[in-house]
């Protein structure tokens, strides 16, 4: 059973960062989708950064500009500058080897003064 752990959700202040870290228990592989994903209080989740491979990501319009994901053989990342009260949630990661699909527990993100 492959296991994806989530970290670095915290409170921050408008305007601040935050780097979310993803950490899969199986080799990430070039072909391996990786994707975050958020959810805030009372909506469904949503996706804000996808990679069909290691050769592409995309954002979603919400967060482009302002969030950077980053994946290696181990983990993939989230950089998320310019934090605004509408990130405020809880960020899963997904990861999909072939036919077989994981998510990650989720890490809170508060976006507050």
């Known amino acids: 059973q492959v296991q994806l752990v989530e970290s670095g959700g915290d409170l921050v202040q408008p305007g601040g960062s935050l780097r979310l870290s993803c950490a899969a228990s199986?080799?990430?592989?070039?072909?391996?989708?990786l994707h975050w994903y958020h959810q805030a209080p009372g909506k469904e989740r949503e996706l804000v950064a996808r990679?069909?491979?290691?050769?592409s990501i995309r954002y979603a319009d919400s967060v482009r500009g302002r969030f950077t994901m980053s994946r290696n053989n181990e983990k993939t990342d989230l950089q998320m500058n310019n934090l605004q009260p509408d990130d405020t949630g809880v960020y899963y990661c997904?990861?999909?080897?072939?036919?077989?699909?994981?998510w990650g527990r989720g890490t809170q993100v508060t976006v507050s003064s």
């Open positions: 997904f990861a999909q080897w072939g036919r077989e699909t994981y």
């Open positions: 199986r080799r990430i592989y070039s072909s391996t989708i």
């Open positions: 990679s069909q491979s290691a050769l």
